[in-house]
């Protein structure tokens, strides 16, 4: 049984580009997080995707979005790319109503 | 202040060592509690899931909670060198929602 699967799983880009992540969550999972991890830090909200909507959101700004696609794969996507936007990007599925999150093993996104 | 405060460490016990490690948190809407650990250039893995106050065994692993004093710990036994890793403790106020992780600490047990 698959876990959480992202990628890619490291991608350069210069700063001002778009950026686009995926997840596919693990088997039997309907909602999808993604979290954002900078060195040395813990992951930080970025949004919650249940049902193909946008139910919970964290303090990031509009440049951060994100689409849950009805096979419950969902993609992050990132513009007009900021230095401090390079980080871990994870991503995370759970069953709605168990609280047992997975993880997957992130993109490292690195803006230059 | 931070919702959630870790100590980051670095920590460094030998083999078989008694390792406690700690959060304290300041929103008493938390209600679950839990640990992950993560291995260097992987996703976290929960380790450990608590809701409310109190204790939680594991194998070597034990994970308390103390929601009057908005402190939990996780303590691992007979510590092993494959226990080198970054723990992350995170909290949420509800079922399914929104992870509050601390900064993590980074424990190294060394042979």
């Known amino acids: 049984d698959a876990g959480v699967t992202q990628s890619p799983t490291h991608l350069i880009k210069t700063r001002g580009q778009q950026v686009t992540l995926r997840c596919s969550p693990k088997s039997g999972h309907d909602t999808v997080s993604w979290y954002q991890q900078a060195l040395g830090q813990g992951p930080q909200f970025i949004f919650q995707y249940y049902e193909e909507e946008e139910r919970q959101r964290g303090n990031f700004p509009d440049r951060f979005s994100g689409h849950q696609f009805p096979n419950y794969s969902s993609e992050l996507n990132v513009n007009a790319l900021l230095l401090g936007d390079s980080a871990l990007y994870l991503c995370a599925s759970s069953l709605d109503i168990n609280y047992g999150y997975t993880f997957g093993s992130g993109t490292r996104l690195t803006v230059v | ?111």
């Open chain 2, 1 to 111: 202040q931070k919702e959630v405060e870790q100590d980051p460490g670095p920590l460094s016990v030998p083999e078989g060592a008694i390792v406690s490690l700690n959060c304290t948190y300041s929103n008493s809407a938390f209600q679950y509690f839990m640990w992950y650990r993560q291995y260097s250039r992987k996703g976290p893995e929960l380790l450990m899931y608590t809701y409310s106050s109190g204790n939680k065994e594991d194998g070597r692993f034990t994970a308390q909670v103390d929601k009057s004093s908005k402190y939990i710990s996780l303590f691992i036994r007979d510590s092993q060198p494959s226990d080198s890793a970054t723990y992350l403790c995170a909290m949420s106020g509800t079922s399914g929602s929104r992870l509050t992780f601390g900064e993590g600490t980074q424990l190294t047990v060394n042979p």
